[in-house]
T-cell receptor
Framework: AQSVTQPDIHITVSEGASLELRCNYS??????LFWYVQSPGQGLQLLLK??????LVQGIKGFEAEFKRSQSSFNLRKPSVHWSDAAEYFC??????????FGAGTTVTVRA | EAQVTQNPRYLITVTGKKLTVTCSQN?????MSWYRQDPGLGLRQIYY???????DKGDVPEGYKVSRKEKRNFPLILESPSPNQTSLYFC?????????????FGDGTRLSIL
């Protein structure tokens, strides 16, 4: 069975500072990995995905993530956070079937 | 515009009163699914459908039913709602298997069962 752990429930970061959100997954084969963002009152929007190839993937809104097989991790980063990045972020792992497993989410607060 | 539409967005109802949450997508996607979101638990899959007339249970199917009579629609049915089904529900669709295709999500339906 696949699973995802997001160790940080809540992160506070200053505007303009860098951000890193952690994600660890458990899956027996090559995983399909996703990061989604959820703004208050909204559905989930895909930030980026990893299927294969280059382990550093670029997404929308200036986000990137790095797949590290040896650490079973897929951490999300942004060099300089904007106030509009305040949201809840979900890491998810998919297998080659119809199941998608989400982490519990990390809430990001941006202070001025 | 490509979208997944859920209705209603908000609903307060009482225990035992049957309700249906509709979900419709305009992208001709074969795969659709329902999730519930609870604090500290992330999103958990309730049911999914691989195509018309093909559905299967997700991780938390108890107390829910679904149907897929048309490709674009995937309603979620609570025959006898209970307070533990109070949650935020999301419908999603994707072109193919979720392992290798990102999903498009609706804006959510907040259900309160009293």
């Amino acid at each position: 069975a696949q699973s995802v752990t997001q160790p940080d429930i809540h992160i506070t970061v200053s505007e303009g500072a860098s951000l890193e959100l952690r994600c660890n997954y458990s899956y027996g084969a090559t995983p399909y990995l996703f990061w989604y963002v959820q703004s208050p009152g909204q559905g989930l929007q895909l930030l980026l995905k990893y299927f294969s190839g280059d382990t550093l993937v670029q997404g929308i809104k200036g986000f990137e993530a790095e797949f590290k097989r040896s650490q079973s991790s897929f951490n999300l980063r942004k060099p300089s956070v904007h106030w509009s990045d305040a949201a809840e972020y979900f890491c998810a792992v998919g297998s080659n079937d119809y199941k998608l497993s989400f982490g519990a989410g990390t809430t990001v607060t941006v202070r001025a | 515009e490509a979208q997944v539409t859920q209705n209603p967005r908000y609903l307060i109802t009482v225990t035992g009163k049957k309700l249906t949450v509709t979900c419709s997508q305009n992208m001709n996607h074969e795969y659709m699914s329902w999730y519930r979101q609870d604090p500290g638990l992330g999103l958990r899959q309730i049911y999914y459908s691989m195509n018309v007339e093909v559905t299967d249970k997700g991780d938390v199917p108890e107390g829910y039913k679904v149907s897929r009579k048309e490709k674009r629609n995937f309603p979620l049915i609570l025959e006898s709602p209970s307070p533990n089904q109070t949650s935020l529900y999301f419908c999603a669709s994707s072109l193919d298997r979720v392992g290798n295709q990102p999903q498009h999500f609706g804006d959510g339906t907040r259900l309160s069962i009293l």
